[in-house]
């Protein structure tokens, strides 16, 4: 079966830090990856998708970017964190051709102070 | 970024009553999804909606698609206190995207 990791769970990072979360997803091949922000007690915001290695689309302008550099992975970074980007990021999947029914993983929490 | 509307943002319900959503559209959908995502967990898949005036059911879940499909209601009898969550819709965007609605909060109090 199908699972999607992510990590990690909660971090809380200095203004101006780096960011890096990881997201990868077993028993599938060639699946599209999603990169959603929920900011406290909001809805879920696309950030980035993805439908193969190296081909990323990003939806909104903004602090972060992202990279698929192997077929279930996919990466969310940024060079200088704001405290805007604080929020819970989902990482999500859906499988090619067999319709649009997405799965997330089970976030990760990113506090910037 | 697109987002879809749902309404209520919150709700708040006694255990045992009803609890009904709804979200609206501005286009005509192919299908439409629901999710529920549990206080500090992940959205979860609940179902989808492809015809028209579709209505389908989960024990006490009742999912309906407007016979227009551009609107979607989720309706549950006798909500428990299992039921609390944030309810999404969540609608197709050009051919690899989803996007969600902006949430109905159920709290259920005992």
């Known amino acids: 079966s199908q699972t999607i990791h992510q990590w990690p769970a909660t971090l809380v990072q200095p203004v101006g830090s780096p960011l890096s979360l990881e997201c990868t997803v077993e028993g599938t091949s060639n699946p599209n990856l999603y990169w959603y922000r929920q900011a406290a007690g909001r809805g879920l915001q696309l950030l980035f998708y993805?439908?193969?290695?190296?081909?990323i689309s990003s939806e909104v302008p903004q602090n972060l970017s992202a990279s698929r550099p192997q077929d279930r992975q996919f990466i969310l970074s940024s060079k200088k964190l704001l405290l805007s980007d604080s929020g819970f990021y989902l990482c999500a999947w859906t499988p090619r051709l067999s319709g649009n029914t997405i799965y997330f993983g089970e976030g990760s929490w990113l506090t910037v102070v | 970024g697109q987002q879809v509307m749902q309404i209520p943002q919150y709700q708040h319900v006694q255990e045992g009553e009803d609890f009904t959503t709804y979200c609206n559209s501005s286009t005509t959908l192919s299908n439409i999804q629901w999710y529920k995502q549990r206080p500090g967990g992940h959205p979860v898949f609940l179902i989808q909606?492809?015809?028209?005036?579709e209505v389908k059911k989960q024990k006490r879940l009742t999912f309906q698609f407007g016979e227009a499909k551009k609107n979607s209601s989720l309706h549950i009898t006798a909500t428990q206190t299992t039921d609390v969550g944030t309810y999404f819709c969540?609608?197709?965007?050009?051919?690899?995207?989803?996007?969600f609605g902006t949430g109905t909060r159920l709290q259920v109090f005992p």
């Open positions: 993805s439908i193969g290695i190296d081909q």
């Open positions: 969540a609608e197709p965007y050009n051919t690899d995207k989803l996007i």
């Open positions: 909606l492809v015809k028209s005036g």
